[in-house]
């Protein structure tokens, strides 16, 4: 395969990191304002503290953090830094997504080799954009909106039917078929072990009973991830989460934090688990099946 000339990289890089950046700015209006049921489109942003509204030229994403040294340019509250965090790590996503899945052929810089197809890009962009505004949301609320889980599921479904190489398919309803293969994967099973865990719970009364031992909000988001990245991902989101959640959790039970832990959401790792799939779940997965034959 041809090697991509390095000023179609930069192009491609700095197209991808303006774009993800300004993305992320919006993120930051949906993860603000659905829970609250607000709209994200009007009224334009405004300072929280004094209510003044924030013209363009205050509004550039990261940059305007930076200039205004993150204060309102009219009252100088402070902002907080997740504003600038969110956006950069909108762009740092995007730019991912070009280099693992450049849209015309030839090696990834990330060292796939990878059969171009450029549909996959906008649609990764909007993926990873749902699981930003789904673990931000998560961290404030420990809800994940059903506007993001469920609209998400449909979202990858129809997406899995127009763009059927989202699942390496070439005919719509074979990629259609993946794409609803992919949300039964990421929910049929957690959902069975919530409602397990919340009968045994239940009978032991450790629970109330009209309370759940898990979140329904992160089970409709592995529907969400196994629709857009088939039932692979589902499985491998769902171990790696569980992984990672108990590497950070252990520590915090050793030393006694376990109020800490009840705090702790579980969509913010299962999101990580899909990210991570994204861009090195075929390497991950191709190295762990050598150490297996070999
Ligand atoms: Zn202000």
Known sequence: MMQLPLHFWLFAAITAVVFGACVGSFLNVCIYRIPLDQSVVTPRSHCMSCGKLIPWYHNIPVLSYFICRGKCFNCKEPFSFRYAFVELLTALFFVLVVAAYPPIGGHTILGMTQISFPALVPIYWIFLSGLIVATFVDFDHYIIPD???????????????????????????????????????????????????????????????????????DIKLMGAVGAFLGYQAAGFSILAGAFLGTVIALPLLLC???????????????????????????????????LLIG
Do not use: N
């Open 256 to 290: 006694g934090k376990r109020k800490l832990l009840d705090k702790i959401p579980f969509g913010p790792y299962l999101s990580l688990g899909a990210i991570i799939y994204l861009f090195w779940g075929e390497a991950i997965i191709g190295a762990y099946l050598r």
């Open 147 to 217: 506007s993001v889980s469920i609209g998400g599921s449909i979202a990858g479904i129809i997406f899995s039917f127009i763009v059927p190489e989202l699942h390496g398919q070439s005919i719509w309803w074979q990629g259609g078929l993946y794409g609803i293969l992919g949300f039964v994967a990421g929910f049929v099973p957690l959902q069975l072990l919530r409602l397990g865990f919340t009968w045994y719970f239940r009978k032991r009364e450790r629970i109330e009973q009209d309370e759940y031992a898990m979140g329904f909000g």
